[in-house]
């Protein structure tokens, strides 16, 4: 039978107050299937493996674009550098910005890009390539990653610590505390989102925290916002979590047996692909996510 024709036959036969539970009932079970679609991510390119220790992505709409962060030598200060590669994973410029120290998280407003060092927070003039100061965070051991809001505000975690510092007009103050192995930072309207431990978590205007989710294994990472509601969190050993508002995850990756690693990943809104940093391995990965 097909549909159209079930659907009279229903019209016809069920009574009304019937009629109004099964279709309650069917948009039950279609939520219901909805809540537990699953996702994956689609393997686009790869880089070569000239990048030297990558830790963040991040995208930039407007030069259409990636500026991927390079540790260069663990515990050699001066060897960390900025790279540009091209959305189709060639690297445009490997050495674009130098002389930086232990190079992680990323933001950019404007003209400026904001990297985090050891106890600095470098900022670039994208139009020179060049830095042009550095903003220091008094206490700082371990900066990680960096968010800024729509009004230009810069979070940096301290991973060591276990803070977020706030920058504002070039001077940063401790923002929250407590903050168990702080890294992954997300900066949504008024919220900020946090990666700590093995915790997803939001802080909004206020300072008040809500646990997003848990069991982020693999020393949770890097956080971006696939659509209104859902995100994708990474593990720096190797995993990635698909997580909705509910607080369910779905693993996504897990590169943990073979050490290719998943930093901090950027993200592509218009074209839905992530970009995900394989430190050990020296390159960046791109995925479609479904």
């Given at each position: 039978?097909?549909?159209?024709?079930?659907?009279?036959?229903?019209?016809?036969?069920l009574k009304p107050n019937a009629?109004?539970?099964?279709?309650?009932?069917?948009?039950?079970?279609?939520?219901?299937?909805?809540?537990?679609?699953?996702?994956?991510?689609?393997?686009?390119?790869?880089?070569?493996?000239?990048?030297?220790?990558?830790?963040?992505?991040?995208?930039?709409?407007?030069?259409?674009?990636?500026?991927?962060?390079?540790?260069?030598?663990?515990?050699?200060?001066?060897?960390?550098?900025?790279?540009?590669?091209?959305?189709?994973?060639?690297?445009?410029?490997?050495?674009?910005?130098?002389?930086?120290?232990?190079?992680?998280?990323?933001?950019?407003?404007?003209?400026?890009?904001?990297?985090?060092?050891?106890?600095?927070?470098?900022?670039?003039?994208?139009?020179?390539?060049?830095?042009?100061?550095?903003?220091?965070?008094?206490?700082?051991?371990?900066?990680n990653d960096i968010a800024i809001?729509?009004?230009?505000?810069?979070?940096?975690?301290?991973?060591?610590?276990?803070?977020?510092?706030?920058?504002?007009?070039?001077?940063?103050?401790?923002?929250l505390e407590n903050m168990t192995?702080?890294?992954?930072?997300?900066?949504?309207?008024?919220?900020?989102?946090?990666?700590?431990?093995?915790?997803?978590?939001?802080?909004?205007?206020?300072?008040?925290?809500?646990?997003?989710?848990?069991?982020?294994?693999?020393?949770?990472?890097?956080?971006?916002?696939?659509?209104?509601?859902?995100?994708?969190?990474?593990?720096?050993?190797?995993?990635?979590?698909?997580?909705?508002?509910?607080?369910?995850?779905?693993?996504?990756?897990?590169?943990?047996?073979?050490?290719?690693?998943?930093?901090?990943?950027?993200?592509?809104?218009?074209?839905?692909?992530?970009?995900?940093?394989?430190?050990?391995?020296?390159?960046?990965?791109?995925?479609?996510?479904?």
């Amino acid at each position: 039978m097909r549909s159209t024709h079930v659907k009279t036959y229903l019209t016809k036969t069920l009574k009304p107050n019937a009629m109004k539970k099964l279709m309650i009932v069917s948009l039950a079970i279609f939520v219901g299937l909805q809540a537990f679609a699953q996702h994956s991510l689609q393997l686009l390119w790869q880089t070569d493996t000239t990048l030297k220790a990558p830790e963040s992505a991040l995208y930039d709409a407007k030069s259409k674009m990636l500026y991927v962060s390079n540790i260069g030598e663990f515990d050699k200060p001066g060897t960390g550098s900025v790279s540009k590669v091209g959305l189709d994973g060639k690297i445009i410029q490997n050495n674009w910005v130098t002389g930086l120290t232990s190079t992680k998280g990323l933001g950019l407003y404007k003209n400026l890009l904001y990297a985090a060092e050891e106890s600095t927070v470098a900022v670039i003039d994208v139009n020179k390539a060049a830095i042009i100061k550095r903003i220091t965070v008094d206490g700082a051991q371990m900066l990680n990653d960096i968010a800024i809001d729509a009004n230009g505000i810069v979070y940096v975690s301290d991973t060591k610590t276990n803070k977020v510092h706030k920058i504002e007009n070039d001077k940063a103050t401790v923002y929250l505390e407590n903050m168990t192995s702080a890294n992954g930072l997300l900066a949504v309207g008024t919220n900020l989102y946090i990666l700590t431990g093995t915790t997803f978590q939001k802080a909004d205007a206020n300072k008040n925290l809500t646990t997003l989710a848990t069991g982020i294994e693999g020393g949770a990472d890097g956080i971006v916002m696939v659509n209104a509601t859902d995100f994708i969190v990474t593990g720096w050993e190797g995993t990635a979590y698909y997580v909705t508002p509910d607080g369910k995850k779905q693993t996504l990756l897990d590169g943990r047996s073979d050490k290719t690693n998943a930093a901090d990943l950027g993200f592509n809104p218009s074209a839905g692909v992530v970009y995900v940093p394989a430190m050990l391995k020296n390159k960046l990965i791109a995925y479609k996510v479904k």
